[in-house]
């Protein structure tokens, strides 16, 4: 097909509030006395008000996610045959968290329907079935992870997603009271990975009037919220969640660039998670990024957030030859970012000089 034929999420609500509605949502998609499986991210266990008014009916289970690593193949496939074992068949998986419990949602609602191990579908479009119904809900907003048609997961041999019509989430819920009291700076690399998904499609080689489009309103809202505001504010969460949506479809119909490419090498081999990764990297892209790099500078100064420096220093000959081998293989990214010709211009010798900086 000469043009890609974009699947989208089935429905999304948006408004303050509007988690309470969740009963509402899901009832209509209630297969008989299957249950509905709660993923919240096990930050809050224990600690949340609207834990509590989650309208758990009949075998329905909260499932907390222990997201201090990133989503794995491993884990995937545990909780799928747990899952399996203690209920047969289920309605649907409710994600409630961050990128990582989003994903784990949809990887998990993917492998109740498909065969073998998750690792099996790290790739586009290799899953067969259509999983059971999921939905998401962020309590995090940047990683567009609410709308893309993947799941990342680092598997045996490679951090790739289940890219797939099927991957994307049947419906969403937008509510920015959920994301309200995040860290300051965990919600700030999260948001700026929604920052460096707009600059990685705008300024890509992919770019059209779609991807544009959603690029320069996520762009424009993350300026407002992280430049011209001196406090943050209800308005800037609901600004933050609506950027990460746009930032997700903007790069949903193009790619994302340099920083990803290079982030998702540390991420394979030191384990340095999406957000902060994507933020060490982005921080010595000048060459690539002047502007966007210049303003993300003046952001991280505004807000007075630390971005980890060093991380590499240590590292051996044999550890800098994996990172590369991972970020090279992300073909896609480097001929968004840099053009058909990519390879004669991110050499070896060029990314291992750039892994050096950081
Ligand atoms: P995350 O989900 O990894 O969570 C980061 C930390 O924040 C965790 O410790 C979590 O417990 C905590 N947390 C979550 N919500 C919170 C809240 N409201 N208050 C306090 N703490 C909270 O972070 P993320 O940056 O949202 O997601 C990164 C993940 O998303 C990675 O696994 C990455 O691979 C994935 N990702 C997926 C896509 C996609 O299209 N599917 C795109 C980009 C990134
Ligand atoms: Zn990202």
């Not at 419906?171 to 600059?199: G, S, W």
Request: proline share 4%; hydrophobic share 40%; with cysteine.
């Amino acid at each position: 097909m000469k043009f890609r034929n974009f699947k989208l999420v089935g429905h999304v609500i948006f408004g303050r509030g509007a988690f309470a509605q969740i009963d509402e949502i899901i009832a209509p998609h209630r297969k008989g006395d299957a249950p509905m499986i709660f993923f919240v991210d096990h930050f809050f266990e224990g600690n949340q008000p609207w834990l509590a008014k989650i309208p758990l009916q009949g075998k329905d289970k909260i499932v907390f996610i222990d997201v201090t690593h990133e989503p794995k193949t491993t884990v995937v496939d545990a909780l799928r045959d747990q899952l399996k074992a203690e209920f047969g068949e289920v309605s649907g998986i409710i994600g409630v968290g961050g990128g990582s419990t989003m994903d784990m949602a949809k990887a998990v609602a993917l492998m109740m329907t498909n065969p073998g191990s998750s690792a099996d579908y790290q790739g586009w479009d290799l899953v067969q079935q259509r999983g059971v119904y999921k939905v998401g809900v962020p309590t995090l907003s940047g990683t567009g992870a609410e709308v893309s048609r993947t799941c990342v997961l680092t598997g045996p041999t490679r951090k790739l997603g289940m890219n797939s019509d099927f991957t994307t989430f049947d419906q969403i819920v937008l509510d920015p009271e959920m994301i309200k009291n995040a860290p300051v700076n965990q919600r700030f690399y999260t948001a700026m990975d929604c920052y460096i998904h707009c600059i990685e499609s705008l300024e890509g080689t992919f770019l059209n009037a779609f991807s544009r489009s959603y690029g320069e309103k996520a762009l424009q809202l993350c300026q407002e919220i992280f430049l011209e505001k001196d406090n943050w504010d209800d308005d800037a969460d609901e600004k933050l969640m609506m950027a990460s949506y746009a930032g997700g479809m903007s790069i949903a119909y193009s790619q994302v660039g340099v920083a990803h490419a290079v982030s998702y090498g540390l991420s394979y081999l030191l384990g340095t998670k999406h957000g902060v990764g994507n933020c060490i990297v982005f921080d010595k892209l000048e060459e690539y990024y002047p502007a966007g790099v210049k303003e993300f500078k003046e952001m991280v100064k505004k807000h007075n957030i630390d971005i980890p420096q060093g991380i590499c220093k240590d590292l051996t000959d044999e550890q800098f030859n994996k990172m590369i081998d991972v970020s090279l293989g992300m073909a896609p990214l480097w001929e968004n970012a840099l053009g058909k010709d990519w390879q004669s211009i991110m050499t070896r010798e060029k990314l291992r000089a750039l892994y050096e900086q950081l």
